[in-house]
Structure formats: structure tokens, C-alpha cells
């Protein structure tokens, strides 16, 4: 199957007054119509900041490259602003983190919903209020038409979320974003928002690439997962493969402070990633994540190292052997 993105060797540097902020630093995914693509790690990993880079919507200071980025066989690299216009909310749609920072509070929802319809579509704008009903119904908004006339202000939390993937879903796009849409959602909802998500993508068949720092999430929904670190992707691979047997120690690290029924006992200390990220800004040598790691050594300091691939889509960057990692994480998981 052809992927709807495909991208290599992502760049994304911003120039500051103490050196270059190297935000994003070699990134290669693909996504698949109708599979889920997760970018997971701490907050300032870069996550965000890939999917803005895709969209063209980076602040006007950052530079980005890739050698590859490609939507639906275009070259993205080397649009212009207009023809990303073009592309942007009709083919690839992004669903923002804030859904009340994101809409506008002077325009009614109507308003905002029927904008992209009415932008890369030639219909009516009576056509575009009766998609905009059909979606707000879609998405389990009850009595949509009279939700039309409202402004963000009067709905709550869930329901502008919902609007948000309506809006994302108005020109029926090959592939959307959604930039950790369940954040600002209590539990009940959230479990609502991703399994609406999950129906709406199968029934229009889109590729999505879902951001989140919640572990539990991404192995809900996720057919491929990367794990990032410092603006690199330090794993990735199949949702199963890498829960079930994370490599990198990152990862490792990451599944440790998660709560395991059957297995975390009571009272007992939750794992744990001690130390700080470091900054990116200015020349990176060597693994970023060497001092935070248990099983640091001296070459991890010297030596610059590409994704280890050990099967088809399964891969890691780091030193260790895959059956040191293997094992490191079986220790982890007696303790």
C-alpha cells in the first residue's frame, strides 16, 4: 500500500541569539490510509513541532529540510505557500491541542465550520451548512443545527473538541493531525473523543498521525508507534512489538512509570526518569540521552549513531545490543 505521507530525513532548526535550536533532528515516518501513526514522548521533544513542519505552519523564524516529504505524492518540500493552502484543511487537516486557543470566539460555530468547506469546495453556502449538521451529528453533537448559531464560549470542553474533528473532517481530507486532542478532557470523554476518532477514520478511510504523551492512549489506538527524544526518534515499530518488548532505555523508562494492573504493587514507588533533558541548542554529539541512562558508557559520549534497524520497520538508536536492551528491560520489570 502507498503511503498518504511519507517522510525522511526531517529538519527543523530555529536560530536564537544563543546558537541554533536543533528542535526536530532527522525524523523518517510513513502513514497508511486508515492506520494510526503515534509520535509519543515528554513534553519539548519535538512532537508538535514535526506536525507543524508538515503542515507549513512552522513559526516564520524555522528553517525546515527533509530529503523526503511527500503527501499523496507531492513534493511538500518544495511547494509554494499557495499550493500548501491548497493542501492545508482540504487534504490534510490537523485538530489542534487547545481547542478554546484554536477557534475563534468572535464567529459563531457555523461560522468557523463552514469557512473550509467553502474555501476549497465550490458549493452553497447552504450545502456547506447542511455537511457542517451532517458532521456535527456525526461526531455525536446533539441538536447540531441549533449548535450553529452558538459561539466557543458556549460549549464545554468536549464539545469543542468535537467540533474541532468536525472541522477537520469538512473537506473529507486523506489525513489529519490531531495534536494531543484529549488533554484538556477528563477520563470519560477522552475514552469518548479517541473512539470516535478511531470510527471516523475507518469509515472515511484517512491516515492519522496522533500525538500524546499518554502511553495508555497510544496502545488503545496506535498501529505504529515513535518514540521521541530531544527532537530525534529514539524507537520505533509496531504498537505490540515495542510494549511488549521496548529496546531503547527511554522507552524502557517511559512503560516503567506506568501503573500495571496485576503487577505494580500496592504502595510501591512508581519507575521513574531521573535527571533533565538536555538543551538543543548548539552542536549535539553522541546519544542525548546518555545522561539520564542507567546503562551509560564512554562511547556513548563520542560516537553519532543512526536508527539500528533489526527488522522490517522495527528499529532503535541506541549502542546496546538488541538482546542487552531485552534483557535490561526483563530486569526492569522484576524490580
Known sequence: MIPVLEVKG?????PLAAGILHAVRDVNFSVKRGKTYCLVGESGCGKSLTALAIMGLLPQRALRKATVLYFEGKDLSTAKEREMSDIRGQKMSMIFQEPMTSLNPCYTIGNQLEEALLRHKKVSRSEARERAVFLL???????AASRLKQYPHQLSGGLRQRMMIAMALMCGPSLIIADEPTTALDVTIQAQILSLLASLQQEFEMGMILITHDLGIVARVADRVAVMYCGQVVETGEVTELFENPLHPYTQGLLACIPVPGRTQRGKHLGSI???VPTPIGDLTGC???NRCQYVFADCADQDFDLREISAGRAYRCLLSPEVCARNASERQLR
Do not use: C, E, M, S
Open 274 to 276: 531521573p535527571g533533565l
Open 137 to 143: 451529528d456525526k461526531v455525536g453533537i446533539t441538536a
Open 10 to 14: 526531517l529538519n527543523v532548526d530555529i
Open 288 to 290: 542525548t540521552f546518555r
